[in-house]
């Protein structure tokens, strides 16, 4: 990393060791050069009350608790690093306090907004588009998976008989998601009347969903081409000012498919694995949003409820 050589390491291990994202990668860079500008020199010589007045100053700037968090969290993985790979002999983020993180609330598609959203596709005269986005509501609700692992999905990775389908998630981590029946029809009939217009004159690359002839605004005018992470969020918002009146995005639909399973009775454990989280934290959060239920089961089974 330019100016900050003692970095360059840690960004590799970034990158091969831990299969990061390019914007974990970004993200991890822009936090340890501010932290080196703080410090004025490279990073291996900081001290515990380096990092303590560097969190200070970040207070100081009024910014918002889980950005400070997150800095903290770069400073101490960096260190570890260091620490492990024998380029420090002491952490100097060991015994330093971590900020509270406070974990925003979830937001979803309550469930008969799902509904009215397929059942709106459902009413359109077929068309390529119409398959295509009616597949991709389902696959988003129905599987859980991320807009990521939306965009890259391969025609190879659709297991008809086994009803399941093969995501590829942060840091190249693979997992098994359900396939319902209704998604298995709805992406069969995108795939046998839908994509191969789309695909007409291109090459096949294998990726799922492809981009209509015309695009927005004229772009991209013969189609066929992997969706972008844009692309699908417009198709997604576009839906949802249609059918709901309101902005809708591909995480909240996401979403949706873990807050439902919580909400009727699934493990935890077991709603970590279908979504690919790393943290159970993570999924714990699932629980708090469906706090009406909660409260619905005490209420009917507390002798004070």
Known sequence: MKDFPDLDAFVSYLRIERSASEHTV???SADLR???TFLGRGPVSASRDDIRRFLAS?????LAPNTIARRFQTIRSFYKFLRYSGMVRVDPSRGIRAPKWRLPLIENVPDPDVAKLIAYLAEQPES?????DRAMIQTLYDSGLRVGELITLRLADLDFTGMSVLAIGKGNKQRLAPMSPPQALALTAYLERGRPVF???HAEHGIVFVTAPGGPHRMNTRGGHPLTRQRAFQIVQGLGQAVLGRDISPHKLRHSFGSTLIAHGADP????????HSDLDTTMRYIHVDMGTVKAVHAKTHPRG
């Open 26 to 28: 970004a993200m991890y």
């Open 34 to 36: 501010m932290f080196c």
């Open 58 to 62: 970040q207070c100081d700037l009024q």
């Open 128 to 132: 390529p588009t119409v398959l295509r």
């Open 199 to 201: 695909m007409r004159g």
């Open 269 to 276: 454990r077991n709603v970590q694995a279908l979504m690919g």
